[in-house]
C-alpha cells in the first residue's frame, strides 16, 4: 500500500511540475503564430505599395481577433520604412519594420 502512496505522490509531482511548462510552450507558440500573421500582412502591404502603386497610409487591420496597426514613415534616399504593431497573448507590445524602395 505504501508503494501506491509513494508512486502516485512521483506522479502527481511529476504532472504538477511539467504543466506550467506545457502551457508556456501553447501561448509561445501561438504567439510565433501571431508574429507569422503579421510578417504576413506586412509583406502583403510592401508589395501592395511596391506594384499596385498603393499609397503608403497608416491603416488598422484585425484578423482572429488580434489587432494589427500598420505605420509609415519616409527616410532618406527615397526609402519607405514600414512597421506592424500588435500586442501577443502575454500582453506584450510586438513591433516589426522594414524597408522597401519605390
Known amino acids: 500500500m505504501l508503494e501506491v502512496v509513494v508512486a502516485f505522490?512521483?506522479?502527481l509531482l511529476l504532472l504538477f511540475s511539467t504543466a506550467p511548462l506545457y502551457?508556456?510552450?501553447?501561448?509561445e507558440r501561438k504567439n510565433q503564430e501571431?508574429?507569422?500573421?503579421a510578417?504576413?500582412?506586412l509583406h502583403?502591404?510592401?508589395v501592395e505599395y511596391k506594384y499596385n502603386d498603393q499609397n503608403?497610409?497608416?491603416?488598422?487591420?484585425?484578423a482572429n481577433g488580434t489587432v494589427y496597426r500598420i505605420s509609415w514613415e519616409g527616410t532618406m534616399q527615397e526609402l519607405m520604412k514600414a512597421?506592424?504593431?500588435?500586442q501577443d497573448l502575454s500582453k506584450r507590445q510586438k513591433k516589426r519594420?522594414?524597408?522597401?524602395?519605390k
Open 9 to 11: 505522490g512521483v506522479l
Open 23 to 27: 502551457v508556456q510552450i501553447a501561448t
Open 34 to 37: 501571431l508574429a507569422h500573421a
Open 39 to 41: 510578417n504576413t500582412l
Open 44 to 46: 502583403e502591404k510592401l
Open 56 to 62: 503608403a497610409t497608416s491603416s488598422t487591420h484585425t
Open 83 to 86: 512597421c506592424i504593431h500588435w
Open 97 to 101: 519594420c522594414d524597408y522597401i524602395r
